[in-house]
């Protein structure tokens, strides 16, 4: 009896996460409704689905809304078209994530044009505690792929997910060196799940699902147009702990990279190649430039990331009281607490979607911490913990 009571519980369980999905794949699909927007309704809204149900008169208060976006809204075309997205993604067994899903990486949450939705079909931990970008030039040397083989090989023993983006040349070198060395390996599409471009590097994608996995924000049958290529490097460069440019000319999707990554405060290091060399060109000016770090062997990384201390003896060291007792908070105090505790400070905006915490809720909640001396006001609607 109990075993069916608990087998009940999670059917209406799934049923109610299904029914989430719908409305927050739609919400995308809405004319005029991008990340940024997306985020911004469900802090006012408090979820996809109560976007769909608000009145048109709040959601005109709502910044970023105006007018037009009032008239036009009719969400029966979003929702169709989103049914029919859930139904491909069961029948690929694809997993739609969610900026506010669990498996959705918290890496790229802390991107502000990070994408809401994820389309992402294999097996990797996308919150691995190591992960490392790679890319570089399609026309790649024979130095590149041997430079980039070995890095992947040296990585081995901190057994990383490796990240790229499925493209001829070091990325491709990257993925294949990491199935050779039995690391999971990410590849990043600027298509459709269903999609894979180039096709000639199918095979090694059906391998990468084995230990790894493939990601995109586009929708099934989405052709890899060149616009989505840059787009496709922003979570490359979001994703990785650091991102590594291995061959690059002067000007290309590498350098794009390396400048996203700068841009997300992430590291970024470089290999040194001959002078001469047309594709060593971005790498050295990378590196002249002091916009990346020289890689010339895994221990700059190690050091670069401070993985060389992880691999050392662990050092005993005196427990510290926590600053915070939780059982002194209510749940939704203690969310913005963590997050403050990790983050330092963060716009209203960024605690509302990062925490769930609806904007009309969370002026209360904040002004309660503030009463209890726990959190202060930053100038532009910032806030930290005193």
Same mark, same amino acid.
């Given at each position: 009896?109990?075993?069916?009571?608990?087998c009940?519980?999670?059917?209406?369980?799934?049923?109610?996460?299904?029914?989430?999905?719908?409305?927050?794949?739609?919400?995308? %699909?809405?004319?005029?409704?991008?990340?940024?927007?997306?985020?911004?309704?469900?802090? #006012?809204?408090?979820?996809?689905?109560?976007?769909?149900?608000?009145?048109?008169?709040?959601?005109?208060?709502?910044?970023?809304?105006?007018?037009?976006f009032?008239?036009?809204?009719?969400?029966?075309?979003?929702?169709q078209?989103?049914?029919?997205?859930?139904?491909?993604?069961?029948?690929?067994?694809?997993? %739609?994530?969610?900026?506010?899903?669990?498996?959705?990486?918290?890496?790229?949450?802390?991107?502000?044009?990070?994408?809401?939705?994820?389309?992402?079909?294999?097996?990797?931990?996308?919150?691995?505690?190591k992960?490392?970008?790679?890319?570089?030039?399609?026309?790649?040397?024979?130095?590149?792929?041997?430079?980039?083989?070995?890095?992947?090989?040296?990585?081995?023993?901190?057994h990383?997910v490796?990240?790229?983006?499925?493209?001829?040349?070091?990325?491709?070198?990257?993925?294949?060196?990491?199935?050779?060395?039995?690391?999971?390996?990410?590849?990043?599409?600027?298509?459709?799940?269903?999609?894979?471009?180039?096709?000639?590097?199918?095979?090694?994608?059906?391998?990468?699902?084995?230990?790894?996995?493939?990601?995109?924000?586009?929708?099934?049958?989405?052709?890899?147009?060149?616009?989505?290529?840059?787009?496709?490097?922003?979570?490359?460069?979001?994703?990785?702990?650091?991102?590594?440019?291995?061959?690059?000319?002067?000007?290309?999707?590498?350098?794009?990279?390396?400048?996203?990554?700068?841009?997300?405060?992430?590291?970024?290091?470089?290999?040194?190649g001959?002078?001469?060399?047309?594709?060593?060109?971005?790498?050295?000016?990378?590196?002249?430039?002091?916009?990346?770090?020289? #890689?010339?062997?895994?221990?700059?990384?190690?050091?670069l990331?401070?993985?060389?201390?992880?691999?050392?003896?662990?050092?005993?060291?005196?427990?510290?009281?926590?600053? #915070?007792?939780?059982?002194?908070?209510?749940?939704?105090?203690?969310?913005i607490?963590?997050?403050?505790?990790?983050?330092?400070?963060?716009?209203?905006?960024?605690?509302?979607?990062?925490?769930?915490?609806?904007?009309?809720?969370?002026?209360?909640?904040?002004?309660?911490?503030?009463?209890?001396?726990?959190?202060?006001?930053?100038?532009?609607?910032?806030?930290a913990?005193?």
């Amino acid at each position: 009896m109990a075993n069916t009571y608990i087998c009940f519980l999670n059917l209406i369980f799934a049923l109610l996460l299904s029914d989430s999905l719908l409305y927050e794949v739609a919400l995308g %699909l809405l004319p005029g409704v991008g990340d940024l927007l997306t985020r911004q309704l469900i802090s #006012y809204c408090g979820s996809a689905k109560a976007v769909f149900t608000t009145p048109k008169g709040k959601l005109l208060k709502i910044p970023g809304i105006g007018p037009l976006f009032v008239q036009n809204f009719n969400p029966t075309p979003a929702l169709q078209q989103a049914e029919a997205t859930l139904k491909l993604a069961d029948q690929q067994q694809v997993q %739609l994530l969610f900026y506010t899903h669990p498996q959705y990486p918290a890496r790229l949450k802390q991107m502000a044009d990070a994408p809401c939705l994820l389309f992402y079909k294999g097996s990797a931990d996308l919150n691995h505690p190591k992960i490392i970008s790679i890319v570089g030039t399609r026309q790649a040397t024979d130095y590149g792929r041997r430079i980039t083989e070995k890095i992947v090989s040296d990585l081995k023993k901190h057994h990383p997910v490796i990240v790229s983006g499925l493209a001829y040349g070091i990325d491709i070198f990257a993925h294949r060196a990491a199935v050779a060395e039995g690391l999971p390996t990410l590849g990043i599409m600027a298509s459709g799940i269903d999609i894979i471009y180039p096709a000639t590097h199918r095979k090694t994608a059906e391998k990468m699902l084995e230990n790894g996995g493939l990601i995109t924000e586009n929708t099934f049958g989405t052709k890899p147009d060149a616009p989505r290529f840059p787009a496709r490097n922003r979570i490359i460069a979001g994703l990785g702990d650091c991102t590594i440019i291995v061959e690059a000319a002067i000007k290309g999707g590498a350098l794009i990279t390396a400048d996203i990554a700068h841009s997300y405060n992430k590291d970024v290091m470089a290999v040194p190649g001959p002078i001469d060399g047309k594709v060593s060109e971005g790498c050295n000016h990378l590196i002249k430039s002091n916009k990346a770090a020289i #890689y010339t062997e895994l221990r700059d990384l190690e050091e670069l990331l401070n993985w060389d201390n992880a691999l050392a003896a662990p050092v005993s060291k005196p427990s510290k009281a926590p600053l #915070y007792n939780s059982a002194e908070f209510e749940p939704e105090e203690w969310q913005i607490i963590q997050l403050l505790l990790s983050s330092k400070e963060e716009l209203m905006d960024n605690i509302a979607w990062k925490v769930q915490v609806p904007v009309s809720r969370l002026a209360s909640v904040l002004l309660t911490l503030e009463f209890k001396g726990v959190v202060k006001s930053l100038p532009g609607k910032k806030f930290a913990l005193v």
